[in-house]
């Protein structure tokens, strides 16, 4: 008997012990939100944005995408609309498994398999047709590294936002600005 308590008592140790991914807060002008990374899976794409976070990067950027039952992407453009510059581009890790599921982060990039830098876009609703499904550009994919932990309503909200067209580069541009006044890790 002490031996079968033991040994469950060493179980729910380990379960309980597990480590979760990075934590993330984000800052916006309408709340925030909490992401939990995944290094395991999505190793490339994870130092990649934590390389953004902790050089403060994102503070004072804008979600400047908004497509409501889509996503809502950011992390290029400053509070003027101009482009932010940003380190080289990265692999692109849609081959990891992780899906574009409602509330999960992924990279955004161009018609170029391996272009995300630092923008990306969390999933309003499950978007399966983002998900990788060949090796063209079109079928490849968008990399999912992460999720949203705390903090989806903002995240719905955002999504909810009427958008203009604001000059050819942003058609789906949210009104009121939605800024993201800082990003910080948050298990440190």
């Keep these: 008997m002490k031996k079968i308590l033991i040994f469950c008592i060493l179980c729910f140790a380990a379960v309980g012990s597990a480590q979760a991914g990075q934590l993330v807060e984000m800052k916006t002008s309408m709340g925030n939100i909490t992401l939990e990374l995944d290094e395991e899976k999505a190793p490339i794409s994870v130092a990649n944005f934590l390389k953004y976070v902790d050089q403060k990067f994102y503070d004072g950027t804008i979600f400047h995408r908004v497509i409501g039952n889509f996503m809502i992407q950011g992390g290029g453009f400053d509070q003027a ?21 409602k509330g999960t982060i992924a990279m955004a ?7 995300a830098t630092s923008q990306f876009f969390i999933n309003l609703v499950d978007n399966d047709f983002l998900n990788q499904r060949g090796t063209s ?24 936002l009427r958008t203009v067209a604001k000059n050819q580069m942003f058609q789906n541009f949210p009104e009121p ?8 890790r948050a298990n440190e």
């Design 137 to 160: 550009p079109r079928t490849y994919g968008y990399a999912v590294f992460g999720k949203v932990v705390k903090g989806m309503a903002v995240v719905e909200e955002i999504g909810k």
């Design 81 to 101: 609309s101009q482009r932010k510059t940003t380190m080289a581009p990265i692999k692109n890790e849609a081959t990891n498994g992780l899906k574009n599921d």
């Design 109 to 115: 990039r161009t018609n170029v398999v391996d272009s």
């Design 177 to 184: 600005l939605v800024i993201i006044e800082s990003v910080r």
